[in-house]
T-cell receptor, first 115, second 115 residues
Framework: KQEVTQIPAALSVPEGENLVLNCSFT??????LQWFRQDPGKGLTSLLL?????REQTSGRLNASLDKSSGRSTLYIAASQPGDSATYLC??????????????FGQGTTLQVKP | GAVVSQHPSWVICKSGTSVKIECRSL??????MFWYRQFPKQSLMLMAT?????????EQGVEKDKFLINHASLTLSTLTVTSAHPEDSSFYIC???????????FGSGTRLTVV
């Protein structure tokens, strides 16, 4: 059974700091891994999607890496800003068709960036 | 990119009544829709998977008679919480698989409060 763990559960940093969020998963047979952002009381916004054959993806100040063999992914946020404050969720998609390839979520990391 | 429209964004209902939540795929056809619930400060838990033209698949522990799912067309899936009780109060989010390059697309969520 796939289990996804995110560390730390919460993080508070001063503005401008670079930071790393960690995600680990127990079953390396994944189709892809996706990082999401969730603001309080809102839905999920997709940040980065890494296919199982890829090592990393970048979008602006965000960089996500994937090491399938070790079951790890990291989300790197450069030069953090107060607007980055949110909960960050990683989710893995099990290998298979879209019907069975449901997402398994980690518990999330709640980030607070202080001005 | 793919967009999933979810309505209502919030609803307050009396105990014992039923509430319907709709999710529509606006610019693509969603043969599959995943329904999640999220309790405060917790991650998303998959409740069920709806499939156009067939019965929904429920996760273990989810009451299918209480959470009725209908996938009426390739662009509409609904979740009806029947005979709602205060413990059903939660945040419900739908999600559809998009094209592989986009991963999964989520609705904006519905905050259900049962009083």
């Amino acid at each position: 059974k796939q289990e996804v763990t995110q560390i730390p559960a919460a993080l508070s940093v001063p503005e401008g700091e670079n930071l790393v969020l960690n995600c680990s998963f127990t079953d390396s047979a994944i189709y892809n891994l996706q990082w999401f952002r969730q603001d309080p009381g809102k839905g999920l916004t997709s940040l980065l999607l890494i296919q199982s054959s890829q090592r990393e993806q970048t979008s602006g100040r965000l960089n996500a890496s994937l090491d399938k063999s070790s079951g790890r992914s990291t989300l790197y946020i450069a030069a953090s800003q107060p607007g980055d404050s949110a909960t960050y969720l990683c989710a893995v998609r099990r290998h298979g068709s879209s019907n069975t390839g449901k997402l398994i979520f980690g518990q999330g990391t709640t980030l607070q960036v202080k001005p | 990119g793919a967009v999933v429209s979810q309505h209502p964004s919030w609803v307050i209902c009396k105990s014992g009544t039923s509430v319907k939540i709709e999710c529509r795929s606006l610019d693509f056809q969603a043969t599959t829709m995943f329904w999640y619930r999220q309790f405060p400060k917790q991650s998303l838990m998959l409740m069920a998977t709806s499939n156009e033209g067939s019965k929904a698949t429920y996760e273990q522990g989810v009451e299918k008679d209480k959470f009725l799912i209908n996938h009426a067309s390739l662009t509409l899936s609904t979740l009806t919480v029947t005979s709602a009780h205060p413990e059903d109060s939660s945040f419900y989010i739908c999600s559809a698989p998009g094209q592989d390059s986009y991963g999964y697309t989520f609705g904006s969520g519905t905050r259900l409060t049962v009083v």
